[in-house]
């Protein structure tokens, strides 16, 4: 009868048959978990991975490429939220999210559609990357992340786009003009009476790219400890009394800007903290000068604070106007500019930076910051060290002479 139960007495059927039955039901039930288990979702391990490998994830940081230029200021890198990204203006570049499937893409930031009036791009991402022109219009720009993450949050990029420097050569040397000044002119290199400039003429090219400082750009933080207003150098000057006035004037308006200093300032503060010297910023006594500034000043004509990428800096933690006793001995001297240098030798040394110059100065006179440190990003290694001022300055050798052994200085 349907839907009766067979009795134990029935008698039995040929094994074959029920063996039959058993892997038949066995199949049938496997069949049934097997489905039911994919329907939740994968379950086998190299399935859990592949899915995982595929599902978006959280965005950490921005890996931007820039079209190659002839100028040394080099752009584009690895980038957090909340870095400034600098460009020149119309430039190309392209953005690729990092970890890479980290899927997302950038928008200007709304309200604002500035960037494609004045000739920008931002394209739809394609392949993994975002390709994006930079507008014609210098100035700063935020840049949205859209993230495809769900719950992600919201991340900006500052960008920065920069003018072009107008030159014209004259002889053996080259004005420039940015945003319709002059800054000055810049010697040939080639003919320069110091070897290692001519050697390294092309580290010495004429600066192509500038940042423009109004209120809106000079605040903007580059690091844990600096603005980019701190790069430029100040107007100091010597008083009724003849003592040095310290001053927050800027001597320029525009800043040939070179990131590799950026980032070998971030580095050596925080390989300084390393080592438990008592850092939260560097004071720069000096940034870039142009041309003519330097020139009045009795600046070195092939100085690197004219490209950029040269800094004069000392820790002034009690804010006195002098270089810290970094090494604790009682005095303000070379031995506390050395710690600096040598701090730098490392970064540079282990490929962490860009090699350059690292010059360790000592000053008697009651005035001075008594001692500070050179630093620049010229692509090689240059080393020198000087005590006192004018005809009375003398040059002493603090580092390794297998290291550097040659006759260049700022």
């Not at 970890?99 to 200007?108: D, K, Q």
């Not at 950026?262 to 000068?289: Q, Y």
């Not at 009795?298 to 820790?315: F, K, L, P, T």
């Amino acid at each position: 009868m349907a839907g009766s139960s067979v009795p134990w007495s029935t008698p039995a059927r040929p094994r074959t048959g029920a063996s039959a039955a058993v892997i038949v039901s066995l199949v049938a039930i496997l069949g049934a978990v097997v489905f039911f288990w994919r329907s939740a979702g994968p379950s086998l391990p190299g399935q859990i991975a592949s899915a995982s490998q595929h599902a978006p994830a959280p965005l950490s940081a921005w890996r931007i490429d820039v079209e190659a230029s002839k100028s040394n200021q080099k752009f584009g890198g690895r980038f957090m939220p909340g870095n400034v990204f600098f460009v020149p203006a119309g430039a190309a570049f392209n953005v690729r999210p990092d970890p890479a499937n980290s899927a997302g893409y950038f928008v200007e930031l709304p309200p604002s559609s500035t960037w494609d009036h004045e000739g920008g791009e931002i394209n739809p991402p394609a392949g993994g990357a975002q390709s994006c022109r930079a507008p014609q219009q210098p100035g700063l720009y935020k840049f949205l992340w859209r993230s495809e993450v769900k719950s992600s949050n919201e991340h900006t990029l500052e960008v920065f786009v920069l003018s072009h420097a107008e030159t014209q050569v004259q002889g053996d040397r080259t004005i420039v003009k940015v945003n319709g000044k002059s800054i000055g002119a810049y010697h040939d290199p080639e003919k320069s009476t110091v070897r290692r400039v001519r050697e390294n003429a092309n580290q010495y090219r004429v600066p192509q790219f500038f940042a423009t400082l109004n209120k809106e750009t000079i605040p903007l933080k580059l690091g844990p400890d600096f603005d980019l207003g701190d790069l430029v150098a100040f107007k100091d000057y010597k008083g009724p009394d003849g003592r040095k006035v310290f001053t927050t004037t800027r001597h320029t308006d525009v800043l040939a800007l070179r990131p590799d200093l950026i980032d070998k300032l971030i580095k050596l503060r925080e390989r300084l903290r390393s080592k438990g010297v008592k850092v939260t910023k560097f004071w720069v006594t000096s940034g870039f000068r142009t041309p003519d500034y330097n020139k009045s000043i009795g600046g070195a004509a092939y100085s690197r604070h004219c490209y950029g990428d040269a800094v004069d800096i000392c820790i002034d933690e009690d804010n006195d106007k002098h270089m810290d006793d970094l090494n604790g001995d009682g005095k303000l001297d070379r031995k506390d500019g050395i710690i600096i240098g040598n701090a730098c030798r490392e970064l540079e040394l282990e490929g962490a930076v860009v090699p350059g110059g690292i010059g360790v100065y000592e000053w008697d006179s009651e005035d001075s910051v008594r001692s500070h440190v050179h630093i620049d990003c010229r692509g090689y290694i240059s080393r020198w060290g000087q005590d006192g001022s004018g005809r009375y300055k003398k040059s002493f050798i603090w580092w390794p002479k297998a290291e550097f052994n040659g006759d260049d200085g700022e």
